[in-house]
């Protein structure tokens, strides 16, 4: 559990070397984004050819860490790089595979035994391998690996879209797939297309029910879920200064929603405090030594126009509380126009539930103001009219608001108290008539409301706020209700007004846990067995994906054509296909199934051209592997957004989809389909997307001479004799087009390693 202190003396030390020469090199001030990138080079030396949004480029991250449902894939991946050990500290989180039904207790020994071969098996890979391991109910991935592991100055990669949540603590964290952690695990660079940078300058000073939630929410609004894509996200000015460090991971994590790479702060008082309130006091020390480092230039936060690719400023004393919603999490509402909204799109404005904690909002700081709301109606005498849930976001937080008394506060106003974990966040929600696909609304302090993400019910109206917000919601059990100017009737048929919400930054006892719940890994992991059965339905070695034949593709069969928006959530559904994520073939039966077939506007429903009969995705492509046939996948704008996983990419690989042909990529899920070999392409002119109709056979030409910039040309056979060919572009530089070449990239890091 503890963290490596020579590792990041050693990071603190390129700091101050590399960024010195990078400030040669480029010629100019640097942002805190820049100096943290630069001095993270595979290679140690800044380039001016680093063309923002441009170049790819090799990084060195300094740690891994995988949630549970993700690190299976990841690990078996490991497993095939023939090394004896990571080669950078790395852990292993089991948040993902808890289910949400009845609270804490029941529902954490429910998981820990009906998902015990998997956690059997990630107890041990991790033993073998010297991976840290982080047991069921020690909390969510991010939360504690912002209490544990997150440094000011750090590069951290997570299998985990939320990664950038240890940005809070001034560290540049990245989501990345599977496939991307077992490079940097096995001793490999991590390459990232270097980023774009957007300046975001907060000023002034939050208060009443406005909270750090509300600044991401007010961004999400402006940059919409694309606006962050390509670019890392810095934040400046005193209102940066003023919030809380776990405020602050609360925005970088959502950053995610917008596209964006990652998120960041520089390092400050707030940072040192929890820190040392933490129990990290040598880091705070040390970064005490070099703050200069650990923050943008001066030159740059006075004139940021000159240094970002884009600059938004937001003055939190005129910020007011946000709900963004529904089914996007980048339509952004001021609670002052928020009823309006409500009554004018007819969206049920009675409240069913009202969820808060997750990843996102589980802070000591969070469960405390939403507590303050939580006695002020004991007070009143007001009776919460939904459903309330609180979900902790890991056992050090849990165990020391217990300890204060706030969960007996919720508890008294009728809320549940869920195991330190995802929930109902990701979907893993047994909620009780979900299945009726009723129309309802819930207001959760998650990141993310897709439409089906939460409970499976495409009906369910998700809407995401503060934790604050949500508890003054609940209470008064309607969406219309605007806690900062409207009353509510108590038991005893008085009206009363709820306060503003108070709460701590910091427990003023300390932090205080019994049992974390981590396992270190064995000292010499030579004779420790990976506990794999091959009759298992969760868990299956994997096998190398083959090698491209030298030849352009041809005779492929157009598998779907995807309307509209096309999430991982689409490719590859979470909820109950969560227990197979350690199954390549069993996942696979939920490729695409998703997805909103453009012939029929129906999901899950396409046609087999070898039959002419409709059917689900996955026996669609099934049959067409059997015959030993290729298809063809076409997607619109921004096609695999949202969640980080790889079996998204890995699905359409096994079960022989060749080529992904979109409008455009979310970049993970782009990175995910090159890393395992598949061919991702989009369109030249989008209007071409137009031209693919449902009996198309389809050939891409140009492989043979396959080169970074050049463009592959795409050509239709239609079923009436009758062929449209255009070209499409690429993003592949030399080193990814090996990775296609030779099947996958993990074919590469085997030979390399057979070699060494």
Request: with cysteine; glycine share 10%.
């Amino acid at each position: 559990m503890a963290f490596d202190i020579d590792m990041i003396k050693k990071v603190y030390s390129n700091l101050e070397s590399r960024v010195e020469a990078a400030r040669k090199v480029v010629n100019k001030p640097l942002t805190l984004t820049e100096k943290i990138l630069y001095s993270h080079l595979w290679h140690g030396e800044a380039h001016e050819a680093y063309g923002r949004g441009v170049s790819y480029v090799d990084f060195a991250p300094d740690r891994v860490a995988m949630q549970d449902a993700t690190a299976q894939m990841a690990l078996l991946q490991f497993m095939q790089a023939g090394r004896p050990k990571v080669a950078v500290p790395s852990t292993v989180h089991c948040d993902h595979l808890i289910q949400a039904k009845v609270g804490a207790a029941e529902d954490l020994a429910t998981a820990n035994s009906t998902n015990k071969e998997v956690y059997d098996f990630l107890s041990s890979v991790s033993n073998k391998y010297g991976i840290g391991f982080w047991k069921p109910g020690a909390g969510i991935i991010h939360q504690v690996v912002l209490e544990n592991y997150a440094f000011p100055g750090g590069m951290m990669i997570g299998t985990d879209s939320h990664t950038p949540n240890a940005g809070g603590l001034g560290m540049i964290a990245i989501g990345v797939g599977g496939a991307d952690a077992c490079d940097v695990m096995a001793g490999f660079a991590w390459e990232l297309k270097f980023p774009k940078l957007i300046g975001i300058k907060l000023t002034g000073k939050l208060s009443g029910w406005t909270s750090a939630k509300d600044v991401i929410l007010k961004v999400a609004g402006i940059l919409t879920v694309k606006g962050g894509t390509g670019c890392i996200v810095e934040y400046f000015g005193d209102g940066a200064r003023s919030l809380s460090a776990t405020g602050k991971g609360t925005i970088c994590n959502m950053g995610a929603e917008i596209g964006a790479t990652t998120s960041i702060f520089g390092y400050d008082e707030k940072s040192e405090e929890y820190l040392r309130g933490t129990e990290r006091g040598e880091i705070a020390d040390l970064a005490n030594a070099i703050k200069q480092h650990l923050t943008g230039d001066d030159e740059v936060y006075a004139n940021p126009e000159a240094y970002f690719d884009q600059v938004i400023e937001i003055n939190l004393s005129e910020l007011e509380p946000h709900i963004n919603g529904p089914f996007t999490p980048d339509l952004a509402w001021p609670i002052s126009k928020f009823a309006d909204a409500v009554k004018e799109h007819n969206w049920p404005a009675k409240l069913e539930v009202g969820l808060i904690g997750s990843c996102t909002n589980s802070s000591y700081e969070d469960i405390t103001r939403a507590a303050s709301l939580a006695q002020q109606a004991v007070d009143k005498h007001l009776v919460a009219k939904s459903e309330y849930t609180v979900t902790p976001g890991s056992e050090l937080v849990r165990y020391t608001v217990e300890r204060d008394g706030y969960l007996d506060t919720f508890e008294k106003i009728g809320g549940t108290v869920l195991a330190n974990a995802c929930g109902p966040c990701i979907g893993q929600w047994a909620r009780h008539g979900a299945d009726m696909q009723e129309k309802n609304s819930i207001i959760t302090s998650f990141n993310r409301n897709f439409a089906k993400r939460n409970d499976g019910n495409p009906n369910t109206h998700a809407f995401v706020a503060s934790p604050e917000i949500v508890t003054a919601l609940a209470i008064a059990g309607s969406l219309t209700f605007n806690p900062l100017t409207d009353t509510l009737v108590n038991e005893d048929g008085q009206e009363v007004k709820l306060d503003e919400p108070q709460g701590l930054q910091m427990p003023l006892k300390g932090y205080a846990v019994e049992d974390a719940g981590y396992q270190a890994p064995a000292a010499d992991g030579s004779q420790v067995q990976v506990i794999v059965s091959p009759t298992s339905s969760r868990l299956q070695l994997l096998e190398p994906f083959p090698a491209w034949e030298g030849a352009d593709l041809t005779g492929l069969k157009l598998l779907i054509k995807a309307k509209g928006k096309c999430t991982t959530d689409h490719i590859s559904m979470a909820g109950p296909w969560l227990k197979f994520r350690g199954h390549l073939d069993n996942i696979s039966n939920n490729m695409l199934i998703g997805a909103i077939n453009y012939f029929n506007d129906t999901a899950d429903h396409v046609k087999n051209q070898l039959t002419g009969e409709y059917g689900p995705v996955p026996a669609t492509q099934r049959a067409y592997k059997a015959a030993g046939i290729g298809t063809v996948v076409v997607g619109d704008e921004n096609y695999g957004e949202g969640s980080s996983r790889e079996h998204a990419a890995m699905e359409p690989r096994h079960l022989g989809v060749r080529v992904i042909l979109v409008k455009s990529f979310a970049r993970i899920h782009e990175t995910n389909l090159k890393k395992q070999g598949m061919l991702a392409i989009t369109f030249s002119d989008s209007n071409d997307y137009n031209k693919v109709q449902e009996d198309d056979t389809i050939d891409i030409v140009g492989l043979t001479d396959f080169a970074p910039g050049k463009q592959l040309k795409v050509v239709l056979h239609h079923a009436d004799g009758s062929e449209e060919s255009f070209l499409v572009n690429h993003t592949y530089n030399e080193q990814q087009i090996e990775w296609f070449k030779a099947g996958a990239a993990l074919n590469i890091i085997r030979m390399k390693q057979q070699q060494a």
